[in-house]
């Protein structure tokens, strides 16, 4: 509840501030923030100081204290699309499925007319990507000390990817670090985009989405409203940065470039991204012209392949050779502590060498193989857990897919509208590709996104011992009463 109640207050803050936007835009909706701000703050005050900290805290309390923050956050997120009008009471699934897209960083979106929808509120739309990016319980650690609990469990939970990396020794002053990189990356984003021509509220809106690899756009052609490479290669840098660990970023600030060299992780993800553009490029040889093959293939490479979901044009065109490179990088994501959704870079190239190790031990029964990354050597327990969650989150998608064709979804739709959900992409392949949005989907069927999207940013493991926490809790209470009754 304390976790909770420190989210709801960040969101709160942000809901403020886009009714502040609301205001100097003159273009409506104000109110309608403002109340959901008051509805979220006074939610988050009675949350934090009206509980107490566990004195059996542990990893498992923790996870299940992440994620049921982000449940409550979701929640109150979908207040300002509705008490603004820009989605009717009637339609609250659809408000949910906005906010859920906006804090998990997935960027699908079930808006259709753009220019109705007030700035504030556009405004508000993206600043939940960037607060969902580093992560509202990393922001709490860093700005609230008095949340008592673990808190580099907290932040292991929350962070996206198989570890959690202590830059200093405190916690505290470790969150701080990511999220003050994280503003400087935002801060000298809105600064180029500004030099280069973009409005304020362009830039500013699209860098928050870039870092965060959110791809929320207040335009609905998304990149491709600005119809400039310019600004597409300024994007692609900062999607690049993106899908990147900020722990490195900040290694690297420290001991110098050299830092990224000794992370076998980073000449993975490189080299992934850049692979696909090349053969995306020869996919697309005879398609599209030289110049428009160049642009769109290393736009999208780097699109996908950070998982941020910015368009520039419509792939869904594309030949469907290039629609499995994009599902791939959907499925990869970026690196392990980024802002990316997926399975991570660094848990592929724990399932390469684990198969490569096995094949090796077929041949050499008795030999001992260890499994290594760069110089670090990966523990068998640790290279099973990954190679169980891929495993899982492969038949997870496969799950989600068979669900929304027994929906009545087409199977391309289906199927990739359930791995860019659980990936936390935003654009899907044949219906629900970049030029359209997830009304494609029947509404039981957005359902089922929504909940993938919320596996995907919370990762599975975190939401499954949130299930685990939260019974045992319940467990623990019965106990307390059965033994209040029998004294």
């Known amino acids: 509840m304390r976790v909770a ?47 107490r900290v566990s004195a059996t805290a542990d990893s498992a309390l923790a996870f299940a204290s992440v994620a049921w923050s982000w449940l409550a956050v979701s929640l109150a997120g979908s207040l300002p699309f509705l008490l603004t009008g820009v989605i009717p009471w ?11 897209s906006g804090f998990t960083c ?7 007319n753009f220019d ?44 996206p990817g198989p570890t959690a990396d202590r830059l200093t020794l405190r916690v505290r002053d470790t969150a701080r670090q990511l999220w003050l990189l994280y503003g400087a990356m935002t801060g000298a984003l809105t600064l180029v985009l500004l030099t280069i021509g973009m409005s304020a509220f362009d830039a ?14 207040p335009h609905a052609e998304s990149i491709a409203y600005f119809d400039s490479f310019t600004i597409e290669l300024i994007l692609m840098v900062g999607m690049l940065l993106s899908g990147a660990s900020f722990s490195i970023h900040w290694h690297a600030l420290r001991q110098g470039i050299g830092a990224y060299r000794r992370v076998s992780e980073v000449r993975w993800y490189l080299s992934l991204v850049f692979g696909a553009f090349g053969m995306l490029v020869w996919v697309n040889l005879g ?10 293939s290393l736009f999208y490479a780097v699109s996908l392949g950070s998982n941020t979901g910015f368009g520039n044009s419509d792939f869904v065109l594309w030949m469907p050779a290039a629609h499995l490179l994009l599902l791939v990088l959907m499925l990869v994501g970026g690196m392990s502590g980024s802002t990316a959704g997926g399975m991570k870079v660094l848990r592929l190239q724990v399932v390469f060498k684990y198969s490569f190790r096995e094949l090796m031990r077929a041949r050499h029964p008795n030999s001992v193989i260890p499994i290594r990354l760069g ?10 857990k990954v190679v169980g969650f891929v495993l899982l989150y492969l038949g997870l998608i496969l799950a989600g897919g068979v669900i929304l064709s027994g929906l009545g979804v087409d199977p391309v739709t289906a199927f990739s509208g359930s791995a860019s959900a659980l990936g936390n992409v935003g654009p899907a392949l044949g219906e629900a590709g970049p030029t359209s949005n997830f009304l494609v989907f029947p509404r039981a069927g957005r359902i089922v996104l929504m909940a993938m999207m919320a596996l995907g940013r919370l990762e599975l493991f975190p939401a499954m011992l949130m299930l685990v926490a939260s019974l045992r809790g ?14």
């Open 5 to 51: 109640g420190a989210g709801l207050l960040a969101a709160a803050i942000a809901m403020i501030l886009s009714a502040a936007v609301a205001v100097l835009d003159g273009g409506g909706g104000a109110r309608g923030l403002l109340l959901s701000a008051l509805l979220t703050g006074l939610a988050g005050v009675v949350l934090f100081f009206g509980s």
């Open 90 to 100: 009637g339609q609250f699934d659809n408000a949910l499925f906005e906010s859920i």
């Open 106 to 112: 997935s960027g699908s979106t079930i808006l259709v």
């Open 116 to 159: 109705a929808v007030p700035q504030g509120v556009l405004f508000y739309r993206s600043l939940t990507q960037w607060l969902g990016g580093m992560g509202l319980v990393v922001l709490a650690v860093a700005v609230l000390p008095a949340l008592g609990i673990g808190g580099l469990d907290l932040i292991a939970s929350e962070a």
């Open 204 to 217: 500013v809106t699209h860098a928050f989405t870039t870092i965060s690899t959110g791809g929320f756009s």
């Open 287 to 296: 398609e599209l012209g030289w110049l428009q093959n160049l642009r769109e």
């Open 375 to 384: 110089r670090t050597t990966i523990e068998e327990q640790i290279a099973a």
């Open 474 to 487: 319940i467990d623990r209470s019965r106990l307390r009463r059965d033994r209040e009754r029998s004294q």
